[in-house]
């Protein structure tokens, strides 16, 4: 796809993570918006993946560790037909197999099951390694969130992938700078990300995770790197793509009401028409 399809299609996995989040009334917006740009890049270009046949065996891996964006994961997998996009409104709903995170056991697409910050990455690892031992050349993805990083488990996982060689793996870092308590430097500064993952051993990429032409050549770019894992560090903006919502901490972990999700719906589709333009 070029950047121009993709940035549309991004911008319809945006919809859908409102239209999801408005209709469980409650969830996590800002993360998700902030991630859909480099989410729907993977899988509508980057990876090896077939959702008619999810469990496929060569299939590059992605985990999503900092699960509580599972909206935005779970729009992805809908929009790319792992199951129906009409099923996004049934998010949190008893019963729903679209939980408040990702479950691997009833979710078509879903690598890893996630929820408890820091523990990702070492799953991640782990399908890394086993890559190796196997002999088989999947890719593993794993997105963290700049503060899930403060975990300790992160840098245990990043220093065991950096010691192993495993340039089978890229860790994405959705640098959006806030967390539910406010900025990350506020909570425990995770700064310098980029020095801390070159210490461990790992090619740093530092984009703006937000630009479809530096995310395709971020990805394009650690493909060539040999020897050792890539770490993405990914600058966004926390609920990109909605006004009220963007840079706002609050939005960290809310649902939109009736008045703004009309109001978010109408600016995401004024984006969406802009781009047909381009």
């Not at 993709?6 to 991630?35: C, D, F, M, W, Y």
């Not at 469990?55 to 935005?72: C, E, I, N, W, Y």
């Not at 909605?242 to 719906?265: C, R, T």
Request: aromatic content about 8%; proline content about 4%; some cysteine.
């Amino acid at each position: 796809m070029t950047n121009a399809e993709l940035e549309k299609k991004a911008n319809e996995v945006r919809q859908s993570i409102v239209t999801a989040l408005h209709s469980a009334k409650s969830g996590h917006p800002g993360g998700s918006l902030s991630a859909a740009d480099i989410m729907t890049y993977l899988y509508f270009e980057e990876m090896n993946v077939d959702p008619k046949n999810p469990k496929m065996a060569d299939r590059d891996r992605f985990v999503l560790s900092k699960g509580h964006v599972a909206p935005a994961l779970y729009s992805v997998l809908a929009h790319k037909g792992y199951f129906p996009v009409e099923d996004l409104v049934t998010l949190r709903h008893t019963g729903s197999y679209l939980q408040g995170h990702p479950d691997m056991k009833h979710i078509p697409g879903v690598d890893m099951s996630a929820g408890s910050l820091g523990q990702g990455l070492s799953c991640a690892v782990g399908m890394a390694q086993a890559g190796k031992m196997d002999d088989k050349d999947y890719q593993v993805y794993a997105m963290c969130g700049d503060g899930e990083i403060q975990e300790g488990q992160i840098w245990e996982a990043a220093m065991w992938a950096g010691a192993h060689h495993l340039d089978n793996l890229t860790v994405i870092v959705d640098n959006n700078n806030l967390q539910i308590d406010g900025t990350v430097e506020e909570v425990c500064s995770p700064y310098p990300i980029d020095k801390k993952f070159e210490a461990f051993n790992f090619h740093v990429i530092n984009i703006n995770g937000n630009d479809m032409e530096e995310i395709r050549n971020a990805f394009a770019e650690a493909k060539k790197v040999k020897g050792m894992p890539v770490a993405i560090i990914a600058k966004t903006t926390k609920g990109k793509g909605v006004s009220f919502m963007e840079n706002q901490v609050g939005w960290h972990g809310k649902a939109p009401n009736d008045e703004q999700y009309e109001q978010a719906m109408e600016e995401l589709k004024k984006a969406g028409e802009a781009l047909c333009q381009k």
